[in-house]
């Protein structure tokens, strides 16, 4: 029992992780951008689920209604100002600028915010929970949060295989100067990706103030879990970027049981382990490495 | 010169420190076949990537109907109608026959070709259109490549090394649809290494040596000598024998 409660938990923190995940994964994909500030970004979306919702009289838990939309704009206008301005000079460049993006958002928010912890006010759905058996707790918010992340991913992949814009997506991601010699305004479609990225990532950081606390400082740690997940479950796949994010909640839970110092540590482990036995990822292909 | 459907004036493009093109000028008529010729590194992919948009011009323009498209991104000037197939076929991967040709069709103009018409022009296609791209042979390949580029109903066609690692027989198969696209109102400026190829299918030939026109002609009145001139450079039985004398 305590094993499957394992597995249980540690699959609802990796729907978490799928979640804040897929944005970095959308980006890396497309764009070839590694976003540094991807974390932070998760952050400020916290940040304005709790400041600026409740001015607007929209409840914390309703907060994505305007915060994700936002964010999309956001990303949209990011990218194609200062993130297609770093990829015009080199891909290093992009490194750079998202990472001094990532330390200017977190000195700000710092100054504005000060260094106290914040959560997103849901009121009492926080301690409500499921209680199949004697020692299983499956709380409402993490299952919430897991079953938003499948469906998340479920229409991320629709989206791009079904549709003419998610195929262009697709197509610049193969082949940027093929798909702009096929009249795809490539700039426009990286900003598409941008924005979906921002706003994926926009839910992932209310998420995450729905689940615990959250400071400034933050997006660092959730970044980190972010690339394990990636790349455990294979770049460029969006179903891989789910195990992968629950094979990491997994091994982290496990870790906890056995000492709670080695929750990280056993994660680490189980990344460091598929990079040397499968560097691909569980379900990536040999040539994205190339 | 209303009749030129494309212009190149005086065109020239670097690749860093190396002169690719050098004071190139020609043009092309519309339903006209304008073969470009030469050795490897002569600039022919250079120049057709640079009308295409792929590189800036370093002086020089190119002219689309007479205006100038300079400035123009690759995607404006699919939307005016020039489309290049690129050198090595350049499919998307991960996507199959069919997504390739969406692709391609997904900012259309209006005009003869659609995906329907691809799949007559190419029987073979429509039983495999579900099938990845890297599960088709070269020469179905490039068929996919051609597809993908006649769907957006160019007015010019770009075509670049077509029989780039594909058998001879396939070439033949893939030139013999050259005057069927022609035949739906789309002028071609191909490049083309296989210089018999080139003469053969062209109205007009253009041979470029080390960046700059050699030569140019229509095939009945080029001698084979003249283009090996063009093409080579220097007569080479002469280059011998002046080597000679200097030492």
């Not at chain 2, 990537?49 to 689309?64: E, N, Q, Y």
């Not at chain 2, 080479?236 to 024998?241: K, Q, V």
């Amino acid at each position: 029992m305590i094993w499957l409660n394992i597995v249980i938990q540690g699959a609802l923190v990796g729907g978490f992780y799928a979640l804040f995940a897929c944005g970095l994964s959308l980006m890396f994909g497309v764009l070839k951008v590694i976003n540094l500030a991807h974390g932070d970004m998760a952050v400020v979306a916290g940040y304005v689920a709790v400041f600026l919702a409740p001015h607007l009289h929209i409840p914390g838990l309703w907060s994505f209604v305007i915060v994700v939309p936002l964010f999309a704009l956001v990303g949209y206008v990011l990218q194609r100002t200062l993130i297609q301005k770093s990829i015009d000079r080199d891909p290093f460049t992009t490194l750079l600028v998202t990472f001094g993006l990532s330390v200017v958002i977190e000195n700000l928010l710092l100054e504005i915010y000060s260094a106290n912890g914040q959560t997103v006010n849901i009121g009492q759905l926080i301690t409500k929970s499921w209680h199949p058996a004697s020692i299983i707790y499956v709380s409402y918010v993490s299952l919430g949060v897991l079953a938003v992340a499948v469906a998340v991913l479920g229409v991320l992949q629709l989206f791009l295989s079904k549709t003419g814009t998610g195929r262009l997506i697709r197509a610049v991601a193969d082949d940027r100067e093929a798909a702009q010699l096929s009249g795809a305004n490539y700039r426009h479609i990286f900003g598409i990706a941008a924005a979906i990225a921002f706003a994926t990532v926009a839910l992932a950081g209310i998420a995450y103030g729905m689940m615990t606390q959250f400071a400034p400082t933050s997006g660092g740690i959730n970044l980190l879990f972010a690339f394990e997940a990636v790349v455990i479950g294979g770049i460029g796949s969006l179903w891989g970027t789910l195990v992968g994010g629950i094979a990491l909640g997994v091994a982290q839970q496990f870790g906890a049981h056995i000492n709670p110092q080695y929750q990280v540590l056993a994660g680490n482990v189980l990344f460091l382990l598929v990079l040397a036995v499968r560097p691909q990822g569980l379900f990536g292909k040999k040539t994205a490495l190339s | 010169m209303s009749d030129s459907l494309l212009e190149v004036k005086e065109l020239s493009v670097y690749h860093g420190q190396l002169r690719a093109i050098d004071d190139v000028t020609l043009s092309l008529r519309e339903g006209e076949i304008l073969a470009m010729i030469g050795a490897n590194g002569a600039g022919k992919s250079t120049l057709l990537r640079t009308i295409a948009g792929l590189h800036k011009p370093s002086s020089g323009a190119v002219l689309f109907e007479g205006t100038d498209i300079a400035k123009l991104t690759p995607n404006r000037r699919v939307a005016l109608g020039i489309s290049l197939v690129p050198e090595g076929r350049r499919l998307f991967a991960s996507m199959t026959l069919e997504e390739n040709l969406q692709v391609g069709a997904y900012r259309a103009n209006k005009g003869p070709f659609s995906i329907e018409r691809v799949y007559e022009l190419f029987d073979w296609m429509p039983s495999r259109r579900k099938q990845s791209t890297w599960q088709l042979s070269g020469g179905e390949q490039q068929a996919v490549a051609i597809g993908r580029a006649l769907v957006a109903n160019p007015k010019v066609l770009l075509l670049d090394e077509l029989s780039l690692g594909l058998a001879p027989i396939v070439i033949e198969r893939i030139y013999a649809l050259v005057p069927e696209i022609v035949a739906h109102g789309v002028s071609i400026l191909l490049v083309e290494q296989d210089v018999a190829q080139g003469v053969a299918v062209a109205d007009r030939v253009h041979c470029l040596l080390e960046g700059r026109t050699s030569l140019v002609g229509t095939p009945p009145d080029l001698t084979s000598d003249q283009i090996d001139r063009a093409y080579f450079g220097a007569d080479i039985s002469h280059s011998n024998t002046t080597g000679d004398a200097a030492e």
